[in-house]
């Protein structure tokens, strides 16, 4: 059993930063895909970014160049670093560990860019 432990959200004027975590026990995240996804009030769950076993990354269009995501092997943990944030990167952001077609998800964690 993988268990996932988000931590890092909270409110932030915009333009100003955070930086998400996801620890992660049971399996080591170098062994299959992470992501970062989030839901928005009223909204579908969208996915925000992932990164591969081969540490190759992807990005949401809205993100690119703000958000940068990383993982530390030693560590069994991801990191999202999101700078300039906009009041619409308000969400739950969640951690998604997949492998040979299993999920384990985080339990969440808020995000809120107002002023």
């Known amino acids: 059993q993988v268990q996932l432990v988000e931590s890092g959200g909270g409110l932030v004027q915009p333009g100003g930063s955070l930086r998400l975590s996801c620890a992660a026990s049971?399996?080591?995240?170098?062994?299959?895909?992470t992501a970062w996804l989030r839901q928005a009030p009223g909204k579908e769950r969208e996915l925000v970014s992932q990164?591969?076993?081969?540490?190759?990354?992807m990005y949401e269009d809205s993100v690119k160049g703000r958000f940068t995501m990383s993982r530390d092997n030693a560590k069994n943990t991801v990191y999202l670093q999101m700078n300039s944030l906009k009041p619409e990167d308000t969400a739950v952001y969640y951690c998604?560990?997949?492998?040979?077609?299993?999920?384990?998800w985080g339990q969440g964690t808020q995000v809120t860019v107002s002023s």
């Open positions: 049971g399996r080591g995240l170098s062994s299959g895909t």
């Open positions: 990164i591969t076993s081969d540490s190759g990354t």
């Open positions: 998604k560990f997949q492998f040979f077609g299993y999920n384990f």
